[in-house]
């Protein structure tokens, strides 16, 4: 992954009931399956520095999301180096997708207008049916990325 800017969506699996506590969110319980967390990565360092933050456990949770996978296991990375901000077109895809539910309004989605930025399926998500989607409704969208199985990181608990 390099330092550029672009989207991405975590992909991560839950393997037991748990329940931890999202900041003002509250208490959000996880079930076996599959969580998918959209994001975007302008500022320095582009994805390589958003990705790397997001393998480590947060000391200070800043995000939604840094309360969240230290409870989930980062199995693969889907991600663009789009130059347009996808994020919220990424979640809304998603969104519509088969088999996908909305855990919590408002998870990731403090800042627009989307329902959430994070779901769940219970069935591992498809990178191919997702780049499928994405190109019939957008035109011009940049190439989409993936990576998986490289995450060694013991911290991910899952
Ligand atoms: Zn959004």
Redesign the pocket.
């Known amino acids: 992954m390099l330092p550029r800017p672009g989207t991405y969506t975590l992909i991560f699996s839950a393997r037991k009931i748990c329940q931890p506590e999202i900041g003002r969110l509250g208490s959000l319980q996880l079930t076996p399956g599959f969580y998918m967390y959209?994001g975007s990565a302008f500022g320095p360092g582009g994805l390589k520095a958003r990705i790397a933050h997001h393998r480590q456990i947060a000391r200070r949770p800043h995000w939604h999301i840094d309360y969240l996978s230290p409870f989930l296991k980062l199995i693969e990375i889907w991600y663009t180096y789009d130059p347009a901000h996808r994020?919220?077109q990424w979640?809304?895809i998603i969104a519509s997708t088969r088999g996908i539910s909305v855990p919590r309004i408002g998870f990731?989605?403090s800042?627009?207008?989307?329902i959430a930025?994070l779901f769940f399926r219970k069935a591992r998500p498809s990178i191919k049916t997702f780049r499928n989607k994405i190109h019939a409704n957008t035109k011009n969208h940049g190439g989409i990325f993936t990576e998986k199985n490289v995450f060694a990181n013991k911290a991910h608990g899952g």
């Open positions: 959209v994020e919220h979640a809304q990731g989605s800042d627009c207008r989307c930025h």
